[in-house]
């Protein structure tokens, strides 16, 4: 039977960076990833905030230029059927399939080792084992420490606690770059929101429903349409709401989407997957308390989630806008407050 004294299941951002920096401490660590490594590709529009290139800077040694492909001063937002640019945007775009890519190389460029292809199909917390298959082969890993990155619909959280983390529905896909501005539309009446994301020549197009919606293809559909571009297929995919983060439960941790650490409802995730890698490292390594290194995170994600409902109350916020404009400020400033308050920008 293999061992790891620190076991990593789901090799995406939060795992390898988690991944990354254990190694970088001398630590034994394995992680294991269900995809084949090479042919996996994540579903997601590469939005990386200030404070998302922050943590990378703080993370690794040197971040490559070229894994931006885009960079942007201004955001068009639509919200209550009021079009605004906020101008004080600085935000850039990756592939994430690159910025992965990145986190995982250097973690092995240090010698880690990755089990891909590995899919786990049960925990023994008592024996501290997981078993799962290879290519079909039944095998089996011990751990001193097991940490779950494994994403929006994570096993580990599933066999755990009994359920996976609340999650959203999204869909993408790619389509070329029209030269319009990164764009989010907090359309009327639909508790969501649909994006237009430059990344280089290529842009990510894509919505996600927080309420049921019937039929989020044809909401895709027409805001591709108002983009003017056009797409044959879209694909689909999680996105924690951000209602039920879980750090660590009978001595398992929890990073990234498998712990519901996202923005609601900007749905900045990236940044979350790549702090939360690092805070926890760093409790590991110093055997301090992830929660206590957590705590002003979780806090402001609990926080966002509140406000959530007061952000998609098209009523309060059309009332809010009306009122705004009777008043020098202007329809726009309420706008432009409601953004940066309620979703993040
Ligand atoms: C459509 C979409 C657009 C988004 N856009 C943005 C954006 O612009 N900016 C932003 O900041 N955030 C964005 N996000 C959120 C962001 O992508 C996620 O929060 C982030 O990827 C979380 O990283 P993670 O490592 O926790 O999970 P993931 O990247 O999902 O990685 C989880 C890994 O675990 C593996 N795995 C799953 N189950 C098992 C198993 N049983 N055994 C082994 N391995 C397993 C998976 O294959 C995967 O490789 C978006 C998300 C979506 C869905």
């Not at 996996?40 to 529009?45: E, V």
């Not at 990378?56 to 201004?74: A, C, E, M, W």
Request: one cysteine or more.
């Amino acid at each position: 039977m293999d061992h790891a004294d620190y076991l990593i299941v789901g090799a995406g951002l939060a795992g390898s960076t988690c991944a990354y920096l254990l190694r970088q401490a001398g630590c034994d660590v394995l992680l294991v990833e269900r995809l084949d490594i090479e042919a996996k590709s994540k579903l997601c529009a590469g939005l990386v905030t200030p404070r998302a290139l922050h943590e990378l800077h703080n993370i690794f040694d040197t971040v490559p230029h070229s894994l931006f492909k885009s960079q942007f001063g201004v955001m068009r937002c639509i919200a209550a059927g009021i079009t605004v640019d906020l101008h004080d945007i600085q935000m850039r775009s990756v592939e994430r399939r690159e910025l992965d890519r990145f986190v995982l190389d250097a973690y092995r460029a240090d010698g880690g080792e990755l089990l891909d292809r590995f899919h786990v199909r049960s925990i023994d917390l008592d024996a501290k084992r997981i078993a799962g298959t290879r290519d079909g082969e039944g095998r089996e890993i011990s751990f001193d420490t097991l940490v779950a990155a494994d994403g929006a619909l994570s096993f580990v959280r599933k066999e755990l606690t009994g359920s996976s983390p609340n999650a959203i529905l999204s869909l993408e896909t790619t389509v070329a770059n029209t030269g319009a501005p990164l764009t989010m539309d907090y359309e009327d009446g639909f508790i969501g929101y649909s994006w237009y994301a430059p990344c280089g020549d290529e842009a990510k197009i894509g919505c996600c429903a927080y309420i049921g919606e019937p039929d989020l293809d044809q909401r895709l559909r027409s805001f591709a349409q108002h983009m003017n571009v056009g797409y044959k297929r879209c694909r689909g995919a999680f996105i924690p709401t951000g209602s039920d983060v879980l750090l660590e439960r009978d001595g398992v941790y929890f990073v990234g989407d498998a712990a519901s650490l996202i923005a609601p409802p900007s749905g900045e995730g990236i940044y979350h997957a790549l702090h939360s890698a690092r805070m926890l490292a760093r409790a590991l390594v110093n055997k301090a308390s992830y929660r206590a290194l957590m705590r002003p995170v979780v806090a402001e994600i609990r926080r966002q989630y509140k406000l959530r409902s007061l952000f998609f109350d098209t009523r309060f916020m059309r009332c809010g806008i009306k009122l705004a404009d009777a008043t020098p400020y202007g329809a726009e400033r309420a706008v432009k407050f409601a953004l940066r308050h309620f979703a993040g920008y």
